[in-house]
Nanobody
């Protein structure tokens, strides 16, 4: 019923930039928080950045000043601008959205399929 589709991942040299996008589609009734997580090989999934529907943001300490989260509420889309990338940013990046869908009338968190970001040194 609902899909979160990420795009924008890939291979980039250290110091470079990438912009991830994630669009939610389907029988969406309402969207609140949207965000990005990442999981590097052998590590736990961690929050990278989050954004409320009102525009409040929070970031992992490791990405503050380098990454910027934004969203287009009309399009149910969240973005992650990543600058000054380093090898430590290599991971699969997942978007999330807390939504009410269809006739459920309850809030649930939905996940995208993930997009690989690889930063070469």
């Amino acid at each position: 019923q609902v899909q979160l589709v990420e795009s924008g991942g890939g291979l980039v040299q250290g110091g470079g930039s990438l912009r991830l996008s994630c669009a939610a589609s389907g029988r969406i009734v309402s969207v609140s928080d949207m965000g990005w997580y990442r999981q590097a090989p052998g590590k736990q999934r961690e929050l990278v950045a989050g954004m409320t529907s009102g525009g409040s943001t929070n970031y992992a300490d490791s990405v503050k000043g380098r990454f910027t989260i934004s969203r287009d509420n009309a399009k149910n889309t969240v973005y992650l601008q990543m600058n000054f990338l380093g090898p430590e940013d290599t991971a699969v990046y997942y978007c999330t959205a807390r939504m009410v869908v269809g006739s459920t009338r309850v809030w649930n968190t939905y996940w995208g399929q993930g997009t690989q970001v690889t930063v070469s040194s």
